[in-house]
């Protein structure tokens, strides 16, 4: 393959180069938010860092507790909320089933992806949609 990049994919890339501390310091911004929204939820998991550690929130995972995650999940959807569910265990992909990890089974992976969902998490998130979001979670987590 060849992975070299185009002149225009390097110019993007530098001209974001340029917004990235920006961008993670409103991510952090964003996930201390929800930290503190979330911390006296007792069906609502927020994700755990180390106090040594950096994480530049690429994602900001939550496990749901006491409820169905799939009803959870549709009814942010339905009410406008972009949520997802970020991974699958990677042996329960059709490639892995097929080259031998069919009767795999890791009870603690499988625990955590049945109750995952990924809440919105970027740079442009205003606090009102924020907001909305903890609200709706809350009121269907409580």
Same mark, same amino acid.
């Given at each position: 393959?060849?992975?070299?990049?185009? =002149?225009?994919?390097?110019?993007?890339? @530098?001209?974001? %180069?340029?917004?990235? =501390?920006?961008?993670?310091?409103?991510?952090? #911004?964003?996930? %201390?938010?929800?930290? !503190?929204?979330?911390?006296?939820?007792?069906?609502?998991? *927020?994700?755990?860092?180390?106090? #040594?550690? !950096?994480?530049?929130? +690429?994602?900001?995972?939550?496990?749901?507790?006491? +409820?169905?995650?799939?009803?959870?999940? &549709? *009814?942010?959807?339905?009410?406008?909320?972009? $949520?997802?569910?970020?991974?699958? /265990? $990677?042996? %329960?992909?059709?490639?892995?089933? !097929?080259?031998?990890?069919? =009767?795999?089974? @890791?009870?603690?992976? &499988? &625990?955590?992806?049945?109750?995952?969902?990924?809440? /919105?998490?970027? /740079?442009?998130?205003?606090? &009102?949609?924020?907001?909305? $979001?903890?609200? *709706?979670?809350? =009121?269907? @987590? !409580?």
């Amino acid at each position: 393959y060849n992975y070299r990049i185009t =002149d225009i994919q390097c110019a993007l890339g @530098c001209s974001q %180069m340029k917004k990235l =501390d920006r961008f993670l310091k409103r991510r952090k #911004e964003i996930v %201390m938010r929800y930290n !503190e929204a979330f911390a006296g939820c007792d069906n609502i998991v *927020t994700p755990y860092q180390l106090p #040594e550690t !950096e994480s530049g929130w +690429h994602l900001y995972i939550v496990q749901i507790k006491n +409820h169905d995650r799939k009803k959870v999940f &549709e *009814t942010l959807r339905d009410r406008g909320i972009g $949520v997802n569910v970020h991974y699958i /265990p $990677v042996y %329960m992909h059709p490639y892995y089933q !097929e080259h031998g990890y069919a =009767d795999v089974h @890791c009870r603690n992976a &499988e &625990e955590v992806y049945r109750n995952i969902i990924s809440l /919105p998490l970027y /740079p442009g998130l205003s606090i &009102e949609q924020q907001e909305y $979001v903890i609200r *709706t979670l809350k =009121d269907i @987590c !409580e």
